[in-house]
């Protein structure tokens, strides 16, 4: 039987919107109304220090899946002006899984993991590509501007760019 899927959710902190754990109630466990996570799932599973990625990749004790979410410096959030770092943040994590050979009996994390980096909107900036918009009776819901997503893996066809649209249930 295959082993169960681990995971770990890197977030920048306990208390903020961003820390996605928090919102299920199952895994958080709360103490209370404004309270702390304290569920098993969550103690065993949440780290509030983005950069301890980098240490799991290199003590070959990345999980099944991963989720990281940068700090505020980290981020590429529009309007942040702290926010310088994202690039370099990203190929950080990618160069770890890509370069590291120890993990996985001498052969590394590369190839079988699949990186996917995605933003949470479109930042505000300019789209020469108007969104989608889809015939009644659908009411309110529409598309919005595009926000990329990147793949990254051995999986990947070199160069491919995909200009398909989906929404995020895709």
Same mark, same amino acid.
């Not at 169960?4 to 919107?17: I, K, M």
């Not at 780290?47 to 290199?58: E, F, H, Q």
């Not at 989720?67 to 990618?94: E, F």
């Not at 933003?119 to 598309?143: K, M, V």
């Given at each position: 039987?295959?082993?169960?899927?681990?995971?770990?959710?890197?977030?920048?902190?306990?208390?903020?919107?961003? /820390?996605?754990?928090?919102?299920?109630?199952?895994?958080?466990?709360?103490?209370?109304?404004?309270?702390?996570?304290? &569920?098993?799932?969550?103690?065993?599973?949440?780290?509030?220090?983005?950069?301890?990625?980098?240490?799991?990749?290199?003590?070959?004790?990345?999980?099944?899946?991963?989720?990281?979410? %940068? /700090?505020?410096?980290?981020?590429?959030?529009?309007?942040?002006?702290?926010?310088? &770092?994202?690039?370099?943040?990203?190929?950080?994590?990618?160069?770890?899984?890509?370069?590291?050979?120890?993990?996985?009996?001498?052969?590394?994390?590369?190839?079988?993991?699949?990186?996917?980096?995605?933003?949470?909107?479109?930042?505000?900036?300019?789209?020469?590509?108007?969104? /989608?918009?889809?015939?009644? %009776?659908? &009411?309110?819901?529409?598309? &919005?501007?595009?926000? %990329?997503?990147?793949?990254?893996?051995?999986?990947?066809?070199?160069?491919?760019?995909?200009?398909?649209?989906?929404?995020?249930?895709?």
């Amino acid at each position: 039987l295959p082993s169960p899927v681990t995971w770990r959710y890197y977030g920048a902190g306990a208390h903020t919107g961003w /820390t996605a754990p928090n919102a299920i109630q199952h895994i958080c466990e709360s103490t209370g109304y404004a309270g702390q996570c304290i &569920g098993p799932q969550w103690t065993a599973n949440v780290d509030l220090l983005p950069k301890d990625v980098l240490t799991d990749i290199a003590a070959c004790n990345l999980r099944s899946v991963s989720w990281v979410i %940068p /700090t505020n410096m980290n981020s590429d959030h529009a309007g942040s002006t702290a926010a310088t &770092g994202g690039p370099s943040w990203v190929a950080s994590i990618v160069n770890a899984i890509g370069t590291g050979t120890t993990c996985d009996n001498n052969v590394g994390y590369w190839n079988d993991t699949a990186i996917f980096v995605v933003w949470d909107d479109w930042g505000g900036w300019y789209d020469h590509e108007p969104p /989608t918009i889809l015939p009644l %009776p659908i &009411g309110d819901f529409q598309y &919005g501007f595009r926000v %990329p997503l990147l793949a990254v893996s051995a999986y990947t066809p070199q160069g491919h760019i995909d200009n398909n649209r989906y929404d995020f249930g895709s």
